[in-house]
């Protein structure tokens, strides 16, 4: 019967490595670095690898912790929307680390705790039954490291003492490399498999001057683009796609069905493959809710908005839109 005496695992995850906090508004907000970042994604492929996907996630809601834990969900193939942020796991003690743990469903038999030092340690070293491997350096759970436990009995019931100590992995140890097309694909890449399958939007109006495509500045401001992201794992290509609309230009819409079009590029030592699906804009956020207003937006025709992008790809699936958009209506 679920709840009794079944076996649980408990996977203790360290944030990665952060900026500092002079970097940021306040402690919270301090993002990961790129190296964090990585780690964060070895251990996810880790995870993977080993048979050990959680069932259910939490995180501390301090900025560098939620990522950390989403970044470790999509590189093991797991929607990063399942991360669930609990602010007693953010300056926690044991005892509010515990109360957080003790609250997890009876249907739950493997989670993943994303949190900070000191308080991730003393919680690994009250539960383990066996002493813990110390770092002399860095103590028990070193920055991005990776402790998995398991116990017997319900998570209502965890006590000092109740887990055997299985493993624990420092990012250090893993491999560089990601595996690429999956998790267990012997070609090796700069980056997880999922970066590399990507999607992108036109977003379009109608107007009484005829439709009009928004066009955006690149991230760097130097040229002109359409946006475009990675597709995320747990998303349709469409949802991604929505997603980057949203966040690179500011508007929420409509995507089609109808793919527009499809092309590939250079990136992270391999090659991206995008596909492109038009989306009828029907709001636009105004310049203070747009996370990315520094990169400037504006509405153009479809001929002009073909000629001023740099992708020689991306202008012909601009200009093929009149058509696609015709098809979709017939």
Same mark, same amino acid.
């Given at each position: 019967?679920?709840g009794?005496a079944?076996?649980?695992e408990l ?12 970097d940021?508004?306040?402690?919270k ?6 190296k964090?970042?990585?780690?964060a994604q070895?251990?996810g492929?880790?995870?993977a ?5 959680p ?5 501390s809601?301090?900025?560098r ?5 989403e970044?470790?969900c999509?590189s093991?193939g797991l929607d990063?929307?399942?991360?669930y ?17 003790r609250e ?8 993943l ?5 000191? #308080? ?6 009250h539960?383990?039954r066996?002493?813990v491997p ?7 759970l070193?920055t ?13 019931d965890l006590? !000092?003492?109740?887990a055997e100590l299985l493993d624990v992995?420092e ?35 109608r ?5 009009e495509?928004?066009i955006i500045?690149?991230?760097?401001q ?6 475009k992201g990675?597709?995320?794992p747990?998303?349709?290509? !469409? ?8 966040e ?10 109808s793919?527009?079009g499809n092309? #590939? ?11 492109v ?7 636009e ?11 400037g937006?504006?509405w ?13 790809d991306?202008?012909?699936?601009i200009?093929n839109?009149p ?8």
């Amino acid at each position: 019967m679920i709840g009794k005496a079944m076996m649980r695992e408990l996977l203790i995850l360290r944030h990665g490595k952060a900026h500092p906090q002079e970097d940021a508004d306040d402690d919270k907000t301090r993002e990961l670095k790129d190296k964090g970042k990585r780690n964060a994604q070895r251990v996810g492929v880790w995870l993977a690898q080993n048979g050990l996907l959680p069932d259910h996630v939490i995180s501390s809601h301090a900025t560098r912790a939620k990522r950390t834990a989403e970044k470790c969900c999509k590189s093991a193939g797991l929607d990063g929307s399942m991360v669930y942020k609990d602010a007693r796991v953010y300056e926690a003690t044991l005892t509010n680390l515990l109360d957080v743990l003790r609250e997890t469903p009876d249907d739950r038999s493997r989670v993943l705790l994303v949190g900070h030092n000191p #308080s991730l340690e003393a919680l690994l070293v009250h539960l383990s039954r066996a002493p813990v491997p110390r770092n002399e350096k860095d103590g028990f759970l070193v920055t991005g490291a990776l402790a998995h436990l398991r116990f017997e009995g319900r998570w209502k019931d965890l006590r !000092q003492h109740c887990a055997e100590l299985l493993d624990v992995i420092e990012p250090g140890a893993l491999p560089r490399l990601f595996p690429y097309p999956d998790i267990h694909g012997a070609e090796e890449r700069a980056r997880p498999a999922y970066y590399y399958t990507q999607s992108s939007v036109v977003p379009f109006r109608r107007t009484d001057a005829g439709l009009e495509v928004l066009i955006i500045s690149s991230s760097k401001q130097r040229h002109w683009v359409i946006p475009k992201g990675i597709h995320d794992p747990g998303h349709t290509a !469409q949802d991604s796609a929505a997603k980057e609309a949203f966040e690179e230009a500011g508007v929420e819409g409509r995507v089609l069905n109808s793919l527009i079009g499809n092309y #590939s590029y250079e990136k992270w030592d391999a090659t991206c493959d995008v596909e492109v699906y038009p989306m009828e804009v029907t709001r636009e956020l105004p310049e203070d809710e747009w996370a990315e207003s520094h990169r400037g937006r504006k509405w153009v025709s479809v001929e002009e908005a073909a000629s001023l992008v740099l992708n020689d790809d991306v202008k012909r699936i601009i200009a093929n839109l009149p058509d696609a958009l015709a098809k979709e209506e017939a």
